[in-house]
């Protein structure tokens, strides 16, 4: 069974960069879509950034488009988020999440849509 870890996040200013990692053991990514969710206390998860099986699709949140960007190195079974320009409402815990399905074309950005999800790693950005 798959498990996935998230790492990277932590405490930084506004404006300052941060980059997630989501590594698996137990099971393989790179069949399969991969994902970024978070959720701000007191909210519902949120669809944050997406990337198809082979990389060559990716789509994010309208919050965070042309901030942040999804990659990932399916040599190394790890998925990444690069966070530039944080805000303050950026503050959330980050979940990095598998697809149900394997070698699907496009991304897919609700949370249905994926069934495995790691523990999640706090970002705080302060103002």
């Known amino acids: 069974q798959v498990q996935l870890v998230e790492s990277g996040g932590g405490l930084v200013q506004a404006g300052g960069s941060l980059r997630l990692s989501c590594a698996s053991s137990?099971?393989?990514?790179?069949?399969?879509?991969m994902a970024w969710f978070r959720q701000a206390p007191g909210k519902e998860r949120d669809f944050v950034a997406a990337?198809?099986?082979?990389?060559?699709?990716?789509g994010y949140a309208d919050s965070v488009k042309g901030r942040f960007t999804i990659s990932r190195d399916n040599a190394k079974n790890t998925i990444y988020l690069q966070m530039n320009s944080l805000k303050p409402e950026d503050t959330a815990i980050y979940y990095c999440?598998?697809?149900?399905?394997?070698?699907?074309?496009?991304?897919?950005?609700?949370?249905?849509?994926?069934?495995?999800w790691g523990q999640g790693t706090q970002v705080t950005v302060s103002s």
């Open positions: 990337i198809s099986w082979s990389g060559q699709s990716t």
């Open positions: 137990g099971g393989t990514l790179n069949s399969y879509g």
């Open positions: 999440a598998r697809s149900s399905a394997r070698l699907l074309y496009g991304i897919q950005s609700r949370s249905y849509q994926y069934n495995s």
